[in-house]
C-alpha cells in the first residue's frame, strides 16, 4: 500500500463519489434517532442494510477482507473501548452514558462513501462527552490543513497537537485512506505526525480522515474475533470520519449532510 501510487480522480468521478458521500452521511442521519438505551448494535446494522437496499446502494463493509475472515455485518459499531471495526451483535445493547461510532461505507454507482460518527447513548459524563467533541474538532482541523501544496504530515500534526494538548492520545494502527471505486487505497492519512512532512496533496486526490482519539495509552489490542479493535488500557475511544477531496484551492467534504 505505501508504495502504491495515488489515482486522482476526474470531476466525473468527484461526482460519483459526491452522490455516494451524501448517501453516507444520510444513513447516519438515518440512524442517528434509534441510538437510544436498549437498542442493540444488531438492529443498527439491520435497519442500515434494510436502508442500503432500498436506495440501491451496497454495504462495502459486508464480505469485506479476506476470504478466511470477512467482515460478517454491514456497517461497524465501537462502542465505549472499542476503537474500530467492532462487529454489530443481538446481545449488544446500548446503555445510558455509552458511546457508540457508527461507521458505514454504502457503494453507489461503483464509489464508496466512507463516514462516521460517535454518538451519546442517553447522557454520557462531561469527561466522555469532551472526549467526543475533541475528536470531532480534530477531524476539522485536520480538514482545514488540506490544500493543493500542503502534506499528509500536516494533518497529522494538527489532530495530534489538538488532542494531546487537551490530555488525550491518537491511535497510531489506523489510518485514514484512498478511496474510489476502491474501499482502501493510497495514500495512506496517519492521525499523527509532523508538519511539512510527507506527500504534497494535488487537486483531485480523494481520501478519508478518520482520527481515532483515546481517553489513556493510543495502544489497540485485536480481539480474537480478527476485527474489533479495542484500547489497551480499557479507557474511552471516540471516531468521526469524513470523506474529502482536494480541489484546485482547497478541499471539499464528500461525506457532508444535506
Ligand atoms: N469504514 C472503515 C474505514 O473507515 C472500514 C471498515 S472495513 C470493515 O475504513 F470490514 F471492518 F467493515
Ligand atoms: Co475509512
Ligand atoms: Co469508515
Known sequence: MATERVTLLSSREI??????????????????????????????NDEAERWTQAKGAISAPLGYGSKKNPFPRSICTSVNEVICHGVPNAKEILMDGDIINIDVTPILDSYHGDTSRTFFVGEPAP??????????????????????????GDIGAAIQEHAESNGFSVVRDF????????FHTAPQIPHYGRRGKGKRFKPGMVFTIEPMINQGTWEA???????????????????????????ADGVEILTKRA
Not at 469532551?130 to 485536520?142: F, G, I, Q, S
Not at 489510518?175 to 476502491?182: I, K, L, R
Not at 480481539?223 to 479507557?235: E, F, I, Q, R
Open 221 to 247: 489490542i485485536m480481539l480474537d474475533d480478527g476485527w474489533t479493535a479495542v484500547t489497551a488500557d480499557g479507557l474511552l475511544s471516540a471516531q468521526f470520519e469524513h470523506t474529502i477531496a482536494v480541489t
Open 175 to 182: 489510518v485514514g485512506h484512498g478511496v474510489s471505486n476502491v
Open 127 to 152: 469527561e466522555v462527552k469532551k472526549l467526543v467533541e475533541v475528536t470531532e474538532e480534530c477531524l476539522y482541523r485536520a480538514i482545514a490543513e488540506v490544500k493543493p501544496g500542503a502534506r499528509v
Open 15 to 44: 461526482e460519483k463519489m459526491r452522490k455516494a458521500g451524501s448517501l453516507a452521511a444520510e444513513l447516519l442521519d438515518h440512524l442517528a434517532p434509534m441510538v437510544k438505551p436498549g437498542v442493540s448494535t444488531q438492529e443498527l
